[in-house]
């Protein structure tokens, strides 16, 4: 890859919107051209900013209310004249063509593994979208904070449902930051994590069907988990069933670390909750 | 029976519309500018995206269509409102396939460091952009949607979309590094 096209590629590449091996091609040419890694930062930085902008407002709590109270009185009768919108056909959430073939590819690659592993799709995508991210000269992230209640808040929004981030209590473990992604091109939070000097990956979804495919099962303190290994890489997801999520995590880091981290995030009490608030009395029960 | 439908109109409204009255809000603050033109502009929305919920067939796509509804209504409040908003030219934008050459000479141009810029100034930069620009920006960054999404909303090719949004993000760079240094502002 030139300068040149690793230019006209750079929106692109910044913005999520490349086909995962094109990224991997970016990030060859970013190992060894310095003038690109300063171009890039220096893009990564204006992004930055705009992030840090956009979290910065909050509504006021007396605009819902005030929404409420007009859509509750248009509800009680009929308008004469209906509005027309836009009806917009749904195309989905992801990561162009992020197929799974290639994912397969990607992480056999990077891990150089020819391990003993036969590994699901789910565990195939979670590896390689924990490279994705959380590898290269910066880690692929929407919003940079350690601030769980703002990250939550922010995933929440571009999500539309709630996510549960566990509670971190030690001096070297800290969230990086986040962004959104999908999984089984279902809407997926990303959590970027250091914990003991080591990256780890946390996902939020939505349950999936035949996410057991390749996975082992083990119960620990009660806790129902599911752990694979792939190339370096150790994988875990469980199921949070009175919320109807699954989370996953990955790490180079060994399976212990990932299953403490599952635990923390299970106990971490009840997730945030979205902004939903109480529907008007006559209206909710009809 | 009618009430009972009213009930469960009202819970999917709040299910699926007012889970983004914090996105809408904040779009609609860059758009307008003003806060209370913007919680005007979000109400309106939300009252329309009520009124039509019974198009709404896809629920996951709810946050696109009601930004669709939130970019019609700040249209036809700004059409309806003496001052007409900086909308750039047809030509301007839609001459806007990019050329190689132009990113590569753009991003040595403009590449200076703006690491020590207010996110204030962020703001201002936003909201002095050209409207067609301005969207573009405040779709990707405020509200994160993908390309494609953001071609739905405004009814353009994917391309247009990826011009306007380097267009808008090298007005911005410009516009940061000016208010940082003055002196390097066109005359």
Redesign the interface.
């Known amino acids: 890859m030139t300068c040149q096209q690793f230019l006209g590629a750079l929106d692109p590449y910044l913005d999520d919107e490349l086909p995962v091996t094109e990224v991997l091609d970016m990030h060859e040419h970013l190992a060894v051209c310095e003038a690109c890694r300063r171009i890039i930062e220096s893009e990564a930085t204006v992004r930055s900013l705009l992030t840090a902008d956009a979290v910065q407002d909050t509504p006021p709590d007396s605009l819902r209310a005030r929404v409420l109270q007009r859509v509750g009185a248009a509800g009680l009768g009929p308008r004469d004249a209906r509005p027309r919108a836009p009806w917009l056909g749904f195309l989905p959430v992801g990561l162009a063509g992020l197929g799974l073939m290639g994912l397969l590819v990607v992480v056999a690659v990077i891990a150089g593994g020819k391990g003993p592993e036969v590994p699901g799709p789910l565990a195939a995508e979670l590896a390689a979208k924990h490279l994705l991210y959380s590898e290269g000269p910066r880690p692929a992230l929407a919003l940079t904070t350690a601030d769980a209640t703002q990250m939550t808040a922010w995933l929440e929004g571009r999500l539309g449902f709630s996510v549960r981030l566990p509670r971190l209590s030690r001096p070297d473990e800290r969230l990086v930051g986040g962004r959104a992604s999908t999984i089984a091109d279902v809407p997926a939070g990303y959590l970027l994590y250091e914990r003991h000097g080591r990256r780890v990956s946390l996902f939020v979804t939505q349950p999936l069907p035949s996410a057991k495919l390749g996975w082992t099962e083990r119960v620990v303190d009660g806790v129902e988990l599911y752990t694979a290994a792939l190339g370096g890489l150790k994988l875990v997801w469980w199921e949070d069933e009175a919320e109807h999520r699954l989370y996953a995590a990955a790490s180079t880091g060994g399976e212990r670390e990932l299953v403490e981290l599952a635990l923390l995030c299970v106990r971490s009490g009840q997730p945030s909750r979205l902004d939903r608030p109480a529907l008007p009395s006559a209206m909710s029960n009809g | 029976m009618e009430?009972?439908?009213?009930?469960?109109?009202?819970?999917r409204?709040?299910?699926d519309v007012?889970?983004?009255?914090?996105?809408l809000?904040?779009a609609a603050?860059r758009l307008t500018g003003r806060v209370s033109d913007a919680?005007d502009l979000?109400?309106e929305t939300?009252?329309?995206?009520?009124?039509?919920l019974e198009?709404?067939?896809?629920p996951?796509?709810?946050?696109?269509?009601v930004f669709?509804?939130l970019r019609?209504v700040f249209l036809r409040q700004a059409e309806r409102a003496s001052s007409r908003p900086a909308l750039v030219s047809l030509e301007d934008i839609d001459a806007s396939r990019?050329i190689?050459?132009e990113?590569?000479q753009d991003?040595?141009e403009n590449?200076?460091?703006?690491?020590q810029?207010l996110?204030d100034e962020?703001?201002r930069a936003?909201l002095k952009l050209p409207l067609a620009y301005r969207e573009a920006?405040i779709l990707?960054?405020?509200a994160?949607f993908?390309?494609?999404?953001m071609a739905?909303?405004l009814?353009v090719p994917l391309g247009t979309v990826?011009s306007r949004?380097?267009r808008a993000?090298r007005m911005?760079?410009t516009s940061?590094r000016e208010s940082r240094n003055p002196s390097e502002a066109p005359r």
Not at chain 2, 18 to 23: Q, S
Not at chain 2, 60 to 65: F, G, I, L, M, T
């Open positions: 009430a009972d439908a009213g009930g469960r109109k009202l819970e409204f709040g299910n007012l889970v983004y009255v914090t996105d809000y904040r603050l919680e979000v109400q939300c009252l329309r995206a009520f009124e039509c198009q709404l067939k896809h996951p796509a709810a946050k696109v269509w669709s509804i019609s990019l190689a050459s990113t590569l991003a040595y590449f200076l460091p703006v690491q810029t996110v962020v703001r936003i920006i990707a960054h405020i994160g993908s390309y494609r999404e739905q909303i009814g990826m949004l380097f993000r911005l760079r940061l």
